[in-house]
């Protein structure tokens, strides 16, 4: 029954998930004792929801694009409920902004497969990744992913592995420059950010605790399912699969070490961890098994936010 909802992409789908984006995202601002309701307020609140919205359509463009999934809305709607585990992103910006600009990289380096325009692919990626860091240093880690790119589809040329150190200065002197005239603290901000801390010890109450052991045991089996069923897949996009691992990977370490520690740095986890279970999901023959995945899903993603409010 549930699976028959998701399973199709139409725009009945699409409405039903942005309209329970909306609901959960109210919930929780609503919930925020910090919430202000100036025009300030208004404007940040329009700005996070326009973010999140956004980063939905660019992850749905970006799957279908590349043939990463079968045409359901599935990766979008796990890619929700992995926001409802950790609530407090619902008022990040920094976060949301550095995801969404970690999404149009990944989009870049997908796509890469196709080998059309790779330099421009490989230079916007790296840019995009540059641009993400601005907002949490550790975002820089991706540029991994922009490397393993290349060594999977145009490592021959030389050039192509240069890229990223001229999207890096490029970067760099615009913000440096931004920075001079406008606020030069956002110099000692990033610098700030450089620092890394190892200590999970950050909670505030054990309903965090347990949202982010949920998450582990979810993370878990998906990767393991999507690392040894990796094989089968087809051999086309073999690649992109395993950009979604190491991507997986390198957020969770972003996670690991970022000094500011909290349960919603694992956002940058949720695109690369969305396409897995989307796969698990679409690729079992057994529709018992998607069912009870679904509802155990749901069930749990649900009391994770709601004690969480």
Same mark, same amino acid.
């Given at each position: ?98 995801? #969404? =600009?970690?999404?149009? !990289?990944?989009?870049? &380096?997908? /796509? ?6 790779? @330099?421009?692919? $490989? ?90 052991? #949920? =998450?582990?045991?979810? !993370?878990?089996?998906? &990767?393991? /399912? ?6 089968? @897949?087809?051999? $086309? ?73």
């Amino acid at each position: 029954m549930i699976t028959s909802v998701f399973k199709k992409s139409t725009v009945v789908n699409y409405s039903l998930i942005v309209v329970l984006l909306v609901l959960f995202f109210f919930l929780y601002q609503t919930s925020d004792a910090l919430t202000a309701n100036d025009v300030k307020g208004i404007l940040k609140t329009a700005t996070l929801l326009v973010l999140l919205i956004s980063s939905f359509f660019l992850i749905n463009f970006t799957v279908k694009k590349n043939n990463l999934t079968k045409d359901s809305s599935y990766t979008i709607f796990f890619f929700l409920l992995f926001l409802l585990i950790f609530p407090s992103v619902f008022g990040n910006m920094s976060l949301l902004f550095a995801n #969404f =600009f970690l999404l149009l !990289a990944i989009r870049r &380096l997908i /796509s890469l497969q196709t080998l059309k325009a790779p @330099k421009e692919k $490989i230079f916007d990626a790296s840019m995009w990744i540059f641009i993400a860091s601005l907002f949490h240093f550790w975002c820089v880690l991706f540029i991994l992913l922009v490397y393993i790119s290349i060594f999977f589809h145009v490592s021959r040329d030389y050039r192509n592995w240069l890229l990223p150190f001229v999207a890096f200065f490029a970067t760099a002197v615009i913000f440096l420059v931004a920075a001079l005239v406008l606020d030069p603290t956002w110099i000692t901000h990033i610098i700030n950010q450089t620092q890394t801390n190892f200590e999970l010890d950050y909670f505030t109450n054990n309903y965090q605790n347990i949202a982010l052991s #949920f =998450f582990v045991v979810i !993370a878990l089996y998906f &990767l393991l /399912s999507m690392m040894m069923s990796l094989t089968h @897949k087809p051999l $086309i996009l073999q690649a992109s699969y395993k950009k979604m691992i190491f991507g997986f990977l390198i957020g969770a370490t972003i996670f690991l070490i970022s000094p500011e520690k909290n349960n919603t740095t694992l956002i940058f986890t949720f695109m690369p961890l969305s396409v897995m279970c989307t796969n698990n999901i679409e690729y079992s023959q057994n529709r018992m098994y998607q069912e009870i995945v679904l509802l155990l899903l749901i069930v749990g993603c649900f009391l994770c936010f709601f004690t969480q409010l």
